[in-house]
């Protein structure tokens, strides 16, 4: 079966307060290379089959439901078969 991959993150412009946190201990780990961390949400929907109604759906889903519009962004809608 088919599964819609909704990505969602928060928006650019706003604080991510755990991307922060997470940041913060691969400095203090020593660990180099990385000059930001934002942590957002996947969800993985099982689809009887991937149409574009259903990718239709997924889209109204995924802004209406799976994120917070004020503070999120959906990022990305794929199928994975």
Do not use: C, H, W, Y
Not at 38 to 49: M, N, P
Not at 58 to 81: F, G, K, T
Request: proline share 4%; aromatic share 2%; net charge negative.
């Amino acid at each position: 079966m088919p599964t819609i991959v909704v990505d969602v993150m928060p928006k650019a412009e706003l604080l991510d307060p755990q991307g922060k946190a997470v940041s913060g201990a691969l400095t203090r780990l020593g660990v180099a290379g990385f000059s930001d961390v934002r942590i957002g949400k996947r969800f993985e929907l099982t689809v009887d089959r991937a149409d574009d109604a259903t990718l239709d759906a997924a889209r109204r889903i995924a802004d209406e439901i799976l994120s917070n519009s004020v503070i999120e962004d959906v990022v990305n809608i794929e199928v994975v078969e």
